[in-house]
């Protein structure tokens, strides 16, 4: 597998998750290399000429109006590193440590921040040959950029902080040693060409939208087998009524659904048994489609920051010119990503509500309750429904947006920040919990499946019912179900059931 060429302008979702993910190495581009090299030859020239420009020949935030000699430069950015490395909490995952490194490194590519090629390929180096800088998941305001989390990422390149290499937690200075890395000394304008930057939550958020899009197939599919396990009635997802309502995700999410149910016999006409079923049935089109616009949305935000540069002081080498601006604010991303946790919010929602009419006699066209036979003496699938309820609740506390916040910082120098990076760990959150509901809906689902006979299920939803019921069994007396639930869960984040329903069906949307 060759490299990704790194070239700080077009960096895709896909490869992202490439990198980070399934580890996959980069490289820069020729021209990429060319721009790092300009833009650090205009910081020497201005260092040379002793110019007063904020961020290499001063102080930081409140302290812009101090001048730092030459002398002080590099004890001024390494200062700059070890007094913003306040990071606390658990430390990010190592798929979130390495989509933070890429994105600095892309951001560091096109060439706007005056950092040495020496000192980016060091990071480039560290991410290669996998030193995983240990970061924080607190401590970020998302404006000045992600400063504490990204320090830390610093700390391991001056052999500093801490780190995972080869599954092992241990010093900065051992990891690199061990992954025979050399580390740096930083100089002008590279502490903060390294910190400033929004790649914090744009690493958190690039994956949670990553993963939201493939959930929301998950939904889908989850919704036809409970569609099938209550008989419902598959007119109201015919194409003309979605068609003049043609908002994308809502005709999608129909297309989806007919090609799962096509060929079902557990399905039913409008008139047949009832006229009509539920919201939480007959409005899937509408409620996933909702969602999914809003997915779709996020990824563009996502993949313009993935490319933008995002620190301060910005170089424009062809002007000889170097403007301080604020396009570290993580405002355009934390409306995105408090957008996202609510998109993914509604998936929980309703898939709960379609659970419920599973588990109540009262709604579920003829299952028994709590989809067990031998009731009262078995709960069955009761308190699948509480524990999917109180997932819900939490996504509900959870989808508040972070971004409607602001503390001032700085002495008053930073009096507006996006809380970005807390809106991207909410959604993340969310997600998870969201997963777990559609585990719960997808077990119930099928086990209504079994109480109605199985009479024959839909081209897609039968690969789906037969991938669960190779390691998942009917439940014939009660058992621990946080088991099920686990096993359902690690399934659908295995990613089988959607590739193998698409082999079939073809790709859903």
């Known amino acids: 597998m060759g490299k990704v060429v790194i070239d700080g302008n077009s960096l895709t979702i896909e490869e992202f998750i490439q990198i980070t993910r399934w580890r996959k190495k980069i490289e820069l581009s020729q021209e990429a290399i060319e721009r790092i090299n300009k833009s650090r030859?205009?910081?020497?020239?201005?260092?040379d000429e002793n110019k007063v420009v904020y961020g290499i020949t001063t102080g930081f935030g409140k302290f812009s109006d101090v001048v730092i000699t030459g002398d002080e430069t590099k004890e001024l950015q390494r200062n700059l590193i070890i007094s913003h490395a306040c990071g606390v909490g658990e430390p990010?995952?190592?798929?979130?440590?390495?989509?933070?490194?890429?994105?600095?490194i892309n951001a560091l590519a096109k060439g706007f921040s005056g950092i040495r090629l020496s000192t980016l390929n060091t990071l480039i180096e560290m991410l290669n040959k996998g030193v995983h800088p240990i970061i924080p998941e607190k401590g970020s305001l998302g404006s000045s950029g992600d400063l504490a989390p990204l320090s830390h990422m610093v700390l391991v390149m001056l052999?500093?902080?801490?780190?995972i290499y080869k599954g092992q937690k241990m010093s900065g200075k051992e990891a690199m040693e061990k992954a025979n890395i050399n580390t740096i000394e930083l100089t002008?304008?590279?502490?903060?060409?390294?910190?400033?930057?929004?790649?914090?939550?744009?690493?958190?958020?690039?994956?949670t939208i990553y993963d939201a899009m493939e959930l929301s197939k998950i939904a889908d599919i989850a919704a036809s087998l409970t569609i099938e396990a209550l008989n419902g009635i598959i007119d109201a997802y015919d194409i003309r009524v979605q068609n003049i309502r043609p908002h994308e995700g809502q005709i999608n999410t129909s297309k989806n659904l007919l090609k799962l149910l096509e060929n079902s016999s557990m399905i039913s006409r409008q008139g047949e048994i009832r006229v009509q079923d539920a919201y939480s049935l007959r409005c899937v089109p509408q409620i996933h489609g909702g969602s999914k616009d809003c997915f779709k949305y996020v990824k563009e935000k996502v993949e313009i920051e993935m490319n933008s540069a995002t620190d301060n002081p910005l170089i424009f080498y062809e002007d000889e010119e170097v403007i301080s601006g604020g396009n570290f604010h993580g405002q355009p991303m934390a409306l995105a990503f408090d957008f996202l946790g609510i998109g993914l919010a509604e998936l929980a929602n309703i898939s709960e509500r379609r659970l419920e009419r599973l588990v109540n006699p009262s709604l579920s066209n003829g299952l028994p309750g709590f989809l067990i036979r031998n009731g009262g003496l078995n709960s069955g699938f009761m308190i699948v429904q509480y524990s999917a309820a109180a997932l819900v609740s939490e996504n509900k506390v959870l989808?508040?947006?972070?971004?409607?916040?602001?503390?001032?910082?700085?002495?008053?120098?930073?009096d507006h920040v996006s809380m970005g990076t807390i809106a991207s760990r909410k959604a993340m959150e969310i997600l998870d919990n969201v997963r777990k509901v559609l585990s719960m809906e997808i077990l119930a689902a099928c086990q209504g499946i079994d109480l109605r006979g199985n009479k024959g299920l839909g081209n897609g939803t039968k690969i789906v019912y037969n991938i669960i019921r190779e390691k998942i069994g009917y439940l014939d007396k009660d058992k621990p179900m946080y088991e099920e639930i686990n096993k359902c869960e690690e399934i659908i984040k295995s990613g089988e059931i959607v590739s193998k329903v698409e082999e079939v069906i073809g790709k859903l949307f």
């Not at 030859?41 to 260092?47: E, N, S």
């Not at 989808?399 to 930073?414: L, T």
């Open 399 to 414: 989808a508040h947006p972070a971004s409607v916040d602001s503390i001032p910082s700085s002495a008053n120098q930073e």
């Open 188 to 207: 002008s304008k590279e502490g903060l060409a390294l910190i400033n930057g929004t790649q914090v939550m744009t690493s958190i958020g690039a994956h």
């Open 92 to 104: 990010l995952s190592e798929e979130i440590v390495r989509g933070i490194m890429l994105l600095r």
């Open 159 to 163: 052999g500093e902080g801490e780190a």
């Open 41 to 47: 030859a205009l910081v020497d020239k201005f260092v």
